[in-house]
């Protein structure tokens, strides 16, 4: 043919073939040819393709001596140069029996394989290598064993052989009539594919029995593979017989349909969604792409696998709302109307929303505001943001991201998945069907993240003013404006939040509940919503005000009015028994008494006085998520030798304020305790216990508790019973201040504690606790030890 490209081709000389099939005498050394990703056997011939020019110098010299080199795997195939390093320790001898030189330079050779050999040290390097040899012939011992694993080799080669195309059939024949099976081991592992580790394991094993172990294994797990695979093939053709029957029908009833003047019900779906893209008031750059999807829809046949993806695409795309939203009721007198008759004070929220009414009166297009309601469980967070969404006159929408761990939750997922879907955001604004609605992000200070992504970076997006106006969810891959949203996102902590997201949010604290306040939400709200809830009528029940005190007071210890209303609402379920089973004689009073008998025993006791009445004992407050607490500070002291031992699960940080305390004492023991005489803590250990034992505590703010229950116990002089304590403690007795005052001072309030002992750098944060909030409660502030001491101690 012309322009074929003409190969020169060298056959070995008779004598030369004579010797390969002689198996001549190997001799003391042999040029090294290194192979990649190949392995080569004896007794089987190696077509071997050689580019190298070392490699092509090596085979230029063999032919003009006996013909006979080593060939070696290398151990990496990606090595271009190997060296002797680089190469296996075990190879095959072999003798070229035929050449071709290819026009560009290369080489084409043919190789028998002659015998296993063993690498010795290496003679030369340059310009190919050269190594000392040594053979290793096969270890075959006849055996029953033997026979049993060589006919099993055969069969299932045989097996195998049948099945794979790549195999030629007259392999079967040639298996069939090996009779020795190392030369049997051979052929099966030069043919089959398999991966150069497992072909060099089998090369180097000696041991034939071993090797046709090996080998059957090996040719199990092909087999194995190989019925898989026809059986995937043989339902992949079915799917394509299948898929082409369905084909021809609908052409055919395509047809039928022309003939009866029907319309085609591909091209009716299309004409479906071309009106709701047109109804749907897409934006320029959404409109485009709605119009490429539905493009393509139209080329594509209904069997398609891309049809449903891209109908699903464009259904969603028509059913966001682009270009709806909702008219903001701008009355300032309405707005505080809806608020105030849904919530009892919140007054700094309330006059937030006020404000950003008041913007928005005056400058339309300010952006929506992105709130974080931060606060103890129960306090009303939740429900503040349906109030602020009838008060604007806008839709509601609530998520939910607590225990979110996937970034896809916020962003989507792309539409190459299967099963993609858009992400939080963009399902809630379909569902709210406007595209400014108030967006209750619920519990985000408990999101997580993992190998899926961080779903609180991908909220940094969607929360701050300056990019949500372009977000870009991950299925549509488009950009919607998030700008004329208003986020409200709650939390019970704020230390979980990440300090770049929590910068994004306006932070907004929401303090528990006084007595008086839980008095005045129970009246009107809880009360009404259980007596409606347990199908009772007004007119069949009434609460006293002493059985609302007596529900807060003995029943409930939290900062919201979660359990108050649970607790009201087991009263009313009482009392529907009675009116169903007519026992019940015109309108159930609640007193004090009566929602004792129906409650049960007491389960909240202020325990303040009883602990406090020996010396060693002090009142601490503590801050929780769940609202402030009291915290006792429990000292003792025993024979011994100045040990101090500390309980109660403690932190490090608050172990550390106990041993700052105790060494504060010890250092003015005889400020605080004239009487005693000589070292008194030389003769006595100190144990520090803080109850409750199975609650976890930390923080520094117990440091003046611990420091007045210390000296309590040196002097002997009980602290006040009346008197709670906080503020964190240094060595030389400076009172440090503190966080959660607020919280605090009403853990205090609900104790029926009187006076609290505070830092005095906290005077400005009492200012800001409104008067109503704080009772008849008492503040004594404080710089330095010596004062806690004076105010604490009786």
Not at 101 to 107: E, H, I, R, T, V
Not at 427 to 453: C, H, Q, T, Y
Request: hydrophobic share 40%; proline share 6%; net charge negative.
């Amino acid at each position: 043919m012309e322009g074929a490209p003409v190969l020169e081709v060298v056959d070995a000389p008779l004598d030369a073939e004579d010797a390969i099939r002689a198996n001549q005498p190997l001799p003391d050394a042999l040029p090294i040819l290194p192979l990649r990703d190949t392995v080569t056997f004896p007794e089987t011939l190696a077509p071997l393709a050689v580019a190298q020019e070392r490699s092509i110098h090596l085979v230029d010299d063999v032919l003009g001596t006996n013909r006979m080199l080593a060939m070696v795997t290398a151990r990496d195939p990606e090595n271009e140069v190997p060296g002797p390093e680089d190469l296996y320790g075990v190879g095959v001898v072999g003798a070229v029996a035929r050449m071709m030189k290819a026009p560009d330079g290369s080489l084409r050779i043919l190789v028998q394989g002659m015998q296993r050999v063993q690498l010795g040290d290496f003679v030369a390097e340059q310009p190919y290598m050269v190594a000392r040899i040594s053979a290793l012939p096969d270890v075959i011992e006849p055996s029953p064993e033997l026979e049993a694993l060589n006919r099993n080799v055969q069969r299932t080669f045989l097996e195998i052989v049948e099945q794979i195309p790549y195999l030629p059939e007259e392999l079967q024949l040639a298996v069939a009539n090996i009779e020795d099976p190392a030369a049997l081991a051979h052929l099966i592992a030069g043919a089959l594919r398999i991966g150069t580790e497992e072909k060099q394991k089998l090369l180097e094993e000696v041991d034939v029995a071993k090797r046709l172990r090996h080998l059957s294994r090996i040719l199990a797990r092909e087999l194995e593979v190989v019925q898989l695979g026809s059986q995937i093939q043989s339902q992949v053709q079915s799917e394509i017989d299948k898929g082409q029957r369905e084909f021809f029908l609908r052409q055919q009833l395509k047809a039928i349909q022309e003939e009866l003047g029907e319309e085609d019900e591909q091209l009716a779906e299309a004409n479906e969604l071309r009106e709701k893209i047109e109804a749907a008031e897409l934006p320029e750059h959404a409109l485009k792409a709605a119009e490429r999807e539905l493009s393509r829809l139209e080329k594509l046949p209904p069997a398609a696998a891309e049809h449903g993806v891209i109908r699903t695409y464009l259904e969603w795309l028509t059913e966001l709302p682009w270009s709806k939203e909702t008219e903001d009721d701008l009355d300032l007198g309405h707005a505080r109307e809806v608020l105030d008759a849904d919530h009892y004070d919140l007054e700094k929220i309330k006059d937030r929303i006020l404000e950003y009414l008041a913007v928005r009166k005056l400058n339309p297009e300010s952006p929506g505001p992105i709130l974080c309601f931060v606060g103890p469980p129960g306090v009303g967070k939740t429900s503040l943001g349906k109030s602020i969404a009838k008060a604007l006159g806008r839709e509601f929408e609530r998520i939910s991201v607590g225990g979110v761990r996937d970034e896809a939750e916020i962003r989507g997922h792309r539409r190459t998945y299967i099963g993609a879907m858009p992400g939080t955001i963009v399902r809630a604004l379909r569902d709210a069907g406007s595209r400014n609605p108030v967006f209750m992000i619920d519990e985000i200070d408990k999101m997580g993240a993992d190998f899926r992504g961080d779903p609180a970076s991908a909220m940094l997006e969607v929360l701050d003013p300056a990019q949500n106006d372009s977000f870009r969810d991950h299925y549509l891959d488009l950009e919607f404006d998030l700008s004329d949203v208003v986020f409200i996102a709650t939390a019970n902590v704020l230390d979980t939040i990440p300090g770049p997201l929590l910068d994004r949010m306006e932070t907004i604290e929401l303090a528990g509940y006084t007595l008086e306040e839980k008095r005045h939400i129970a009246r009107r709200y809880l009360v009404r919503r259980q007596i409606e809830a347990n199908g009772l009528k007004p007119s069949q029940i009434e609460f006293a005000d002493a059985a609302l005190t007596a529900i807060v007071e003995e029943y409930t210890r939290e900062a919201g009015v979660r359990s108050l209303e649970r607790q009201i609402g087991a009263v009313c379920r009482k009392v529907a028994r009675e009116v169903a089973e007519g026992k019940a004689k015109g309108k159930v009073r609640i007193s004090g008494k009566k929602a004792r008998e129906l409650l049960g025993r007491r389960r909240v006791f202020a325990e303040q006085r009883r602990r406090t009445k020996d010396p060693g004992v002090a009142t601490g407050l503590a801050w929780t998520p769940a609202g402030g607490d009291v915290l006792f500070i429990e000292a003792t002291a025993m024979p011994g030798s100045g040990k101090l031992t500390i309980t109660g699960q403690l932190g490090e940080v608050m172990k550390e304020s106990a041993q700052a305390a105790l060494s504060y004492v010890r250092g003015h023991c005889g400020e605080i305790a004239p009487k005693v005489e000589g070292d008194w803590f030389a003769g006595h250990d100190v144990h520090v216990h803080v109850p409750a034992g199975a609650v976890p505590k930390d923080g520094p703010s117990a440091g003046v508790a611990m420091t007045v229950a210390l000296s309590s116990l040196v002097s002997g002089r009980p602290v006040r019973n009346d008197v709670a304590m906080t503020g964190e403690v240094t060595l030389t007795g400076q009172v440090l201040p503190i966080g959660g005052l607020k919280e605090k001072s009403l853990a205090a309030q609900r104790a029926g504690i009187g006076k609290v002992i505070v830092p005095g750098r906290n005077e400005g944060d009492v200012a800001e606790i409104p008067e109503h909030e704080l009772g008849d409660l008492e503040f004594v502030f404080v710089d330095e030890v010596s004062q806690a001491l004076d105010a604490a101690l009786s």
